[in-house]
């Protein structure tokens, strides 16, 4: 199914990045904002969908919704890649093809946030 948070996707162009690498957004259990601190370079590609999913689920479960506003912010750094930023919404195709989940409104919600 996908995310159900909004993926913000930072490109940046980091010239000794000679493989491409991913750190994600630092988040603090005990404070509502969180960090503009990124940890650790990720590179498994099944290691930064893992740490996607499980933010998703720890903040939909915190939360008790079913689609959050609240972002996952993954900076992308490598040599070859320009500075760009992507933002990936969560769900934005049900509205193409019905909503059966009923997650329209709150998409609603995030997209208007943005």
Wanted: glycine share 6%; proline share 6%.
């Amino acid at each position: 199914m996908g995310t159900r948070q909004p993926l913000i996707l930072q490109m940046v162009h980091y010239c000794s990045a000679l493989e491409p690498r991913c750190r994600f957004q630092v988040i603090f259990a005990f404070r509502e904002e969180d960090s503009k601190e990124y940890g650790s370079p990720v590179v498994s590609a099944s290691t930064i969908a893992d740490v996607i999913k499980s933010r998703t689920e720890a903040l939909l479960k915190k939360t008790k919704t079913s689609v959050s506003p609240k972002p996952i912010v993954m900076r992308a750094e490598f040599a070859h890649y320009p500075n760009l930023t992507i933002i990936d919404t969560p769900g934005f195709d049900l509205k193409l093809l019905g909503d059966s989940h009923g997650f329209s409104d709150s998409i609603e919600c995030v997209i208007s946030i943005g």
